[in-house]
């Protein structure tokens, strides 16, 4: 049983042989029932949540940016300046993706707009499926125990992975992606900030 703030869980391959009742104490052993203020500060609900035990090893911190192609970059920036209001405070050339990026910030997180540099881009192959149009390419998660960790981590998980070993990406981070196969849909990246 995968908890809701624990990160990708998955069931392990000793837990397929465990009775109900076994794996309701594996998961009592495994969570902590805190009130929903205790983890949303805002919230004011009385419900309670389930909330990993410290010891459980969680692979994301937070979300660090949201990817998302677009066909045509000064016009997605226009987009997000003069209708949403944001900056973009930062493009950037990605050879190794043959991407240029886009980044803009929105309280804590990121939106990283990825425009392609050449038609074998992922990003051009990503908008040409969509019918010409971008949308939402992936979700980067901050890892602060480090890129290296969490990839073996999710491997060990039975997690598909894109890249075996961090590599250089946007903004000075250092990178990697799961494959959406494992993550429900979702392409997942992996970052870490190496002067953090
Ligand atoms: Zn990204």
Redesign the pocket.
């Known amino acids: 049983m995968a908890s809701k703030l624990s990160g990708i869980e998955l069931t392990r391959y000793d837990d397929l042989f465990k009775t109900d009742a076994e794996r309701e104490a594996d998961r009592q052993e495994r969570i902590q029932i805190v009130p929903a203020s205790e983890v949303f500060p805002y919230s004011r609900q009385p419900y309670t949540i389930d909330r990993p035990t410290p010891d459980l090893v969680r692979l994301m911190d937070s979300i660090e ?1 949201i ?1 998302i192609a677009v066909p045509n970059l000064e016009e997605a920036i226009k987009y997000y300046e003069e209708v949403l209001g944001l900056k973009c405070y930062k493009k950037e050339v990605v050879a190794d993706q043959k991407v240029t990026t886009a980044f803009i910030k929105v309280g804590d997180v990121k939106i ?1 707009l990825l425009e392609a540099t050449s038609p074998d881009s992922t990003i051009a192959k990503f908008i040409e499926k969509n019918g010409g149009r971008g949308g939402m390419h ?1 979700m ?1 998660f901050a890892i602060e125990d480090g890129v290296a960790n969490a990839l073996s981590e999710a491997e060990e998980k039975g997690v598909r992975l894109i890249d075996k070993a961090p590599r250089q ?2 903004d000075g981070l250092h ?1 990697a992606f799961l494959h959406p196969k494992s993550t429900q849909a979702v392409l997942t ?1 992996l970052c870490e900030d190496p002067n953090k």
């Open positions: 940016h990817g990283e992936h980067a990406g946007a990178i990246e």
